[in-house]
């Protein structure tokens, strides 16, 4: 295993590649995958110190929305899901709730992965009126199977964790859910070709 962990793909282009060189690629690509929470984290990160105005950084933003679903019951997937559902702020400025939902699709259920899509529109419901949108561009969805599940979302966490007095767990807290959502996907074509 030394050897294919040093060695590299031999074709330069990929209808060119053998099962050899997927082996090889294989073989790199777990340590990789295994790191995935750590690359998380480290982006979760980036949010801190930047508050584009709110009374709290994107951070504590974020860390809030979390505290709020755990403290009030939520699955870890759920509460992994509000610690997460920003993250893309950092590298979709105009649409991170997109990038948020593509980083966590593989690891969650299509239900949180639709909540997560599409908080940014029933967030939306508070403030787009104030900016010359269509507060009720949530209402294009009701009747989907997730509109309650996600208006529920925005109504009692992300809508509420924008307060720097609620006290709220340090990201260390969620470290270990992280840990175990990334551990394995669910929802991949990957999924069953690179054991982790």
Excluded at 43 to 68: E, I
Excluded at 73 to 101: K, Q
Excluded at 152 to 177: K, Q, S, T
């Amino acid at each position: 295993m030394g050897d294919l962990l040093d060695a590299k793909a031999s074709f330069h282009t990929m209808s060119e590649s053998t099962k050899a060189d997927w082996e090889i690629i294989t073989t790199r690509y777990v340590p990789f995958a295994r790191e995935l929470p750590d690359r998380i984290l480290a982006h979760l990160r980036l949010l801190g110190g930047d508050s584009g105005g709110f009374a709290v950084d994107r951070l504590q933003h974020s860390l809030l929305t979390a505290t709020l679903a755990h403290r009030n019951g939520e699955d870890e997937e759920t509460v992994v899901c509000a610690l997460l559902h920003d993250i893309g702020d950092t590298l979709g400025s105009w649409n991170h709730p997109d990038v948020s939902a593509s980083i966590l699709k593989a690891f969650v259920s299509a239900e949180n992965h639709w909540m997560v899509e599409k908080h940014g529109i029933f967030q939306g419901y508070n403030f787009f009126h104030h900016i010359g949108l269509d507060r009720n561009m949530r209402e294009q969805f009701r009747g989907h199977t997730c509109f309650e599940r996600t208006a529920r979302f925005v109504d009692l966490y992300d809508n509420r964790a924008f307060d720097p007095h609620v006290d709220c767990a340090p990201l260390e807290f969620f470290e270990p859910m992280v840990r175990r959502l990334f551990a394995q996907p669910k929802n991949s074509i990957y999924k069953d070709t690179c054991p982790m």
